[in-house]
């Protein structure tokens, strides 16, 4: 028994892009565009909805989304309300249009809705159509029902969640992903690998979890490093649906340590979120190696997985994790340390990480004794 949640309509190709205007038309006339800090990233999409005769207001995301951002946001925005709130961006880009469109109807203030150090309270009136245009092959947040919020005060990232939050449509263009900066492809490629070999090691998988991951985890490692190194397109291509996938995926069967530390660890540093991820993902992968019993499912799906990587970094079997660390550091990805994680604070963060909701889905209870481990690997 399971349930399965996804956008209304997913739209995957390179040219779906320029449906955008009149997909957003079907909603109302009034639009509101969030992107990055380039607006010239945006310029061909406020040009299709001026064409398209629909109303443009702008906010723009520069940097992972805070809640004094987002509650400045709101703030500008007012009474004004939207028909239609359109993301166009990376992970945090969409994050932060997933928060606006959910909290722009509801009364309550920001803090009053977020997991852990806010209220938590549900939200009382549906989210405001969205669209999502992702720019990087990563987070899958063009098909998840959370937005994570960074906490200055607290020095954490929280989730707003609720399964109305899903964007009603995505729109999946390789073309806006490729040619971003190599730092940006590793990390993003890099989550984009996680978010599919978490979820088919949660607890909570299921047989549509197990379907999409199965099929993702192979082509995201042979692609990633294709996109990283040569910028190849149809690697793009493929990278593009390892990210959704892992989108779908995780939105399904929860995700794992890896994702447990990277909120606490991004909410204390300010490293992006995919270089976390990538810095983490051996060291847990092989923590998971030392306590799975040959014979049991999730031995079976682990070394499975382990087999992948040493063929995509053509090495001798069990040499992978270790190929997939030094191919990362190779290509500039820092470890924890030049991140900003002093290694005293690294009881701290198992404290703090062991609570947090992603590692409800890992496959083995980790003391906080293994927590510390896996920080210092």
Known sequence: MFSFYSPQALHFGRGQA?????????????????????????????????AAGLSVVRES??????LPAL????????????DVVIALGGGSVIDFAKALAALIPCAGKPLDYLEGVGGGKPLETAPLPMIALP??????AEVTKNAVIAVPEHGVKVSLRDARMIPDIAIVDAALMQGAPRRVTLAAGLDAVTQVIEPYLSV??????????????????????????????????????VSTCGGLALANAGLGAVHGFAGVIGGQTGAPHGEICGALLPAVLASHVEKAKAGTQVH???????????????VETGAGLSALRNWSRDMRLRDLAQMGLDPE???????????????????????????IAILRA
Do not use: Y
């Open 18 to 50: 320029a449906q955008t205007a009149a997909l957003a038309a079907g909603f109302g006339a009034r639009v509101l565009i969030v992107h990055g800090s380039n607006t010239a990233r945006a310029a061909w999409l406020i040009e299709d909805c001026h």
């Open 61 to 66: 995301c520069g940097a992972e989304p805070s």
């Open 71 to 82: 509650e400045a946001a709101l703030g500008r925005i007012g009474a004004d309300q939207p």
């Open 135 to 140: 720019t990087t092959a990563g987070t899958g």
């Open 204 to 241: 909570k998988a299921t047989p549509m979890t197990d379907a999409l991951c199965q099929a993702a985890i192979p082509k995201g490692l042979a692609a990633l490093r294709a996109i990283v190194e040569q910028d190849a397109a149809d690697a793009w291509d493929d990278m593009a649906w």
């Open 300 to 314: 079976t799906r682990l070394m499975w997985v382990l087999d992948l990587i040493d063929t995509a970094f053509e």
């Open 345 to 371: 604070d690294h009881a701290q963060v198992a404290k703090l990480s062991a609570g947090a909701s992603s590692m409800k889905g890992t496959p083995f209870a980790l003391t906080e004794t293994e927590l």
